[in-house]
C-alpha cells in the first residue's frame, strides 16, 4: 500500500502567505528581507494547524462566519508577527 503523504499541508500556509506579502505595503522597507519568512513562521505558529490534502476539502465544509473568523484570526496574527519580528530585528540590531 501506497500513502500519498506529499499532499498534506496545513490549510493556514498559502493564506498567512498571501497575508505577509500584501501586508507589504504597509513595511515597504522588508521588501526582499529574510525576516519575511520569521514573519509568516511567527503568524503560523499563532494559528492552530488545520491539515488537510486538498483546499477544496476543507472550506467546503466552512460557514460564512467561520470562514470570516478565519480571515480575522490570519490577519490578527500577521499583524502581530510583524511588530514582534520587527522589534526582535531592532533589538538585536542594538546589541
Not at 500519498?4 to 498559502?14: G, L
Amino acid at each position: 500500500m501506497s500513502a500519498d503523504f506529499e499532499s498534506i499541508h496545513n490549510y493556514h500556509e498559502h493564506a498567512v502567505f498571501d497575508a505577509v506579502m500584501a501586508a507589504l505595503k504597509d513595511h515597504p522597507h522588508l521588501q526582499g528581507s529574510e525576516l519575511l519568512a520569521d514573519i509568516a513562521c511567527v503568524a503560523l505558529n499563532r494559528l492552530p494547524p488545520r491539515y488537510i490534502r486538498h483546499p477544496v476539502d476543507f472550506s467546503f465544509y466552512l460557514s460564512e462566519k467561520e470562514r470570516a473568523e478565519i480571515e480575522k484570526q490570519i490577519a490578527e496574527s500577521v499583524a502581530f508577527a510583524f511588530q514582534f519580528v520587527q522589534a526582535r530585528a531592532a533589538m538585536r540590531a542594538r546589541t
